[in-house]
Nanobody, 115 residues
Framework: VQLVESGGGLVQPGGSLRLSCAAS????????MSWYRQAPGKEREMVATITSRGTSTNYAESVKGRFFMSRDNAKNTVYLQMNSLKPEDTAMYYCKADFGRRTYWGQGTQVTVSS
């Protein structure tokens, strides 16, 4: 099982980034997927979730209207489009897969928002 995040980097405030998470080793289309983030000294927090078929999404209040999560089950990939980025969005971003009692995590990709 692998979840590999990509697309992180350094961006100026107000900028955009698109994160990707490529999955392998399990039946991706059965799993709800989530993005989490963890800033230094803080607890990991949920950013966005999407149902297995992509019919429903849910977002943390802090990112609503700025971040958008999607998935492509044909490509076994989920995405997080991040717009109007703020310094407080700086964190390591992780993707997570859930199906019943099974949970898988990726290794994370760093997002830094700074001028």
């Amino acid at each position: 099982v692998q979840l590999v995040e990509s697309g992180g980097g350094l961006v100026q405030p107000g900028g955009s980034l698109r994160l990707s998470c490529a999955a392998s080793g399990f039946t991706f289309s059965n799993y709800a997927m989530s993005w989490y983030r963890q800033a230094p000294g803080k607890e990991r927090e949920m950013v966005a979730t999407i149902t297995s078929r992509g019919t429903s999404t849910n977002y943390a209040e802090s990112v609503k209207g700025r971040f958008f999560m999607s998935r492509d089950n044909a490509k076994n990939t989920v995405y997080l489009q991040m717009n109007s980025l703020k310094p407080e969005d700086t964190a390591m971003y992780y993707c997570k897969a859930d199906f019943g009692r099974r949970t898988y995590w990726g290794q994370g990709t760093q997002v830094t928002v700074s001028s």
